[in-house]
């Protein structure tokens, strides 16, 4: 890229039904030294608002008196002057099945309410990753050149990992939506890189990795495994089936540029 952003330089559009909230979460904005601001209290409030001006980055809570923060998110989604914008949830909602969606449908980062400052730096950091798009440097190839097989059921994940994935460089990905297909494209082609989710129908991610790990033909090709289970307790076992890094959703660019680094030079 040309020209990068810094956070002096982005429009947040910050959609919160409460009043005190929206003054909270707007002064830590300020104190991040983010360019500009616009603040609205309804999903219809902010469809109005991504009608008329583009921003950067929408930061959102879940619940709102004329709907909800995923049905915010898959309007943009939805709509192409819209589908690339990253997205943020805040929200005090702590249920994994409620927080499931929009791991699944690629935002940029979920913060608790409340939140500390750090957090917020993190997270709008990962943002401008994102935004500012890198190419990794890699000593023995040409990233250009890496073959990569995405593997994720949700189509909106694999959009957002594609993203990172080609910000960095990588421009030659082929798509699978789960392990069965994965492993149809593995005996057919070869590849230099999998990136694939844990849970997925037909086959998932556990048995996609010994798969790749105990033929002869693909045992040599690195795995990172993006899932929103990273750190739950039932994945502590999962690098016993030969993956080689574990990323959690929503992940952080910079995070997979080192991976990519570690692998791609190994």
Known sequence: ???????????????????????????????????????????????????????????????FGDGTGIELLQQMKSQEQTSSIPFMLISSEFRPTKLEEFKQS??????????????????????????????????????????????????????????????????????????????????DEAFDLVVTDYNMPEMDGRELSEFIRYNQATSHIPIIMVTSEANSAHMSNIHQTGINALCDKPFEPAEVRKMLISLLNA
Not at 10 to 36: A, C, F, W, Y
Not at 108 to 135: G, M, Q, S, W, Y
Not at 180 to 187: D, G, H, S, W
């Open 106 to 187: 690629g935002v940029v980062a979920i913060l608790p309410k409340p939140f500390e400052p750090i957090h917020l730096t993190r997270a709008l950091h990962a943002t401008l990753d994102l935004i500012n798009a890198e190419e990794v440097d890699l000593e023995l190839f040409d990233i250009h050149d890496v073959r990569v097989l995405l593997v994720d059921d949700s189509k909106l994940a694999r959009n957002h990992i594609r993203r990172v994935l080609e910000g960095m460089g990588l421009k030659n990905i082929q798509e699978a939506e789960n392990g069965a297909f994965a492993v149809t494209k593995l005996k």
């Open 1 to 63: 890229m040309d020209h990068h952003i810094a956070l002096s330089d982005l429009s947040i559009l910050l959609v919160e039904p409460s009043d005190t909230q929206r003054k909270i979460i707007t002064t830590m904005l300020v104190n991040e030294n983010v360019g500009q601001i616009e603040a609205v209290g309804s999903i219809n409030e902010a469809a109005e608002e991504l009608r008329k001006h583009s921003v950067d980055l929408v930061v959102s809570a879940m619940y």
